[in-house]
């Protein structure tokens, strides 16, 4: 990440006229709007559904769809609505890798900073070594871990309004029920592919976690962070695997350009296995705007429908994604 960044936003904070807290104290319970402002589209539709319906939070999302949080950048309408925000709704883990250290800094001037990813213990995190700093940020794809991220967050802004904390607990009870029952559709159809070709390549890493709920080896072609770049080496031994267990398909991602799966397309069609692109897939950046899949739900239905036909399973026991959206919703 860019160690040189994090002053430049400091010092565009305080341009944009943000008041020295000194302590992350709670607001005062006077009936003020809280305003939360998330950085992805992960966590803003998260924050979206635990304030649902609860007028004294207001919700804002600073990336939008097809974003790349590891390569985003913040512009300077961004850096004004995280100055003045009342809570910082962000993942964590070094997902917004030019961002990470401005959320303590932000913490020490008094700004409640929910850093989803990061409050989860680590027994429940993918690492590669030990500690945080090793783990893998790509949370929101184990559906019972949002759903505790949910819970996290709840917690998190009734401290702030401690007179909503019910609301916000109903709130975060309701969408654990959705990610259990999104969880359980997957499954369904996870199950019907066949178990040699249950091995999806991706842009980038970005599935593990919905890899390791739902049984399915994943590899992406990038490392963890998009800011990595694959070696030739890596790429052939991704194409050998793939012509080894005949898996017919490879995906892209929304959020990441296609040219690493192209080569690596191009790697297994040199060695006479033909593959294809089995869909776009939403990894770091949900969907657009008055899509289904700008919601967990529709992004993971989507997901598992893209990625069970695409290996020859069945995804008919996948409906269609309801409307999660928190304004839909009664
Ligand atoms: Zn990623």
Excluded at 92 to 105: A, Q
Excluded at 208 to 222: H, K, L, S
Excluded at 229 to 256: C, H, K, Y
């Amino acid at each position: 990440m860019s160690r040189a960044f994090a002053p430049a936003i400091l010092a565009a904070m305080a341009l944009a006229g943000t008041t020295l807290r000194v302590a992350a104290v709670p607001a005062p319970d006077d009936g003020a709007a809280i305003r939360v402002v998330a950085t992805t589209t992960q966590c803003a539709d998260l924050a979206r559904q635990v304030c649902a319906g609860i007028a004294d939070f207001g919700v804002d999302g600073l990336m939008h769809a097809g974003v790349d949080p590891h390569l985003w950048r913040p512009t300077v309408s961004d850096v004004r609505q995280l100055a003045s925000a009342d809570a910082v709704v962000c993942n964590g883990l070094m997902l917004e890798g030019r961002m990470s250290d401005v959320f303590p800094k932000l913490a020490r001037r008094g700004t409640r900073v929910v850093e989803l990813a990061t409050a989860i213990p680590m027994d429940r995190l993918i690492a590669e070594g030990d500690g945080h700093a090793a783990a893998d940020p790509h949370v929101w794809m184990d559906p019972a871990i949002w759903s505790s991220a949910a819970q996290t967050l709840a917690e998190s802004l009734a401290t702030l309004r401690p007179s909503r904390a019910a609301e916000l607990r109903t709130n975060a009870d309701r969408f654990a029920a959705r990610c259990e029952a999104v969880a359980r559709s997957i499954e369904r159809a996870v199950a019907t592919v066949p178990a040699r070709a249950r091995l999806m390549v991706t842009a980038h890493d970005a599935f593990r976690y919905f890899g390791r709920a739902f049984g399915i080896e994943v590899r992406g072609v990038q490392g963890i962070s998009t800011e990595s770049q694959a070696g030739l080496a890596d790429m052939r031994t991704l194409a050998d695997m793939l012509i080894d267990r005949a898996v017919p398909a490879v995906f892209v991602e929304t959020s990441v350009p296609d040219r690493a799966v192209a080569a690596l397309i191009e790697s297994a069609s040199l060695r006479g296995h033909p593959i294809r692109i089995g869909g776009a897939l939403f990894s770091d950046a949900m969907g657009a705007s008055g899509t289904a899949e700008e919601c967990w739900d529709g992004m993971m239905l989507h997901n598992a429908r893209t990625i069970v036909e695409a290996l020859g399973g069945d995804a008919s026991s996948i409906a269609a994604a309801p409307d999660a959206r928190p304004e839909a919703t009664p």
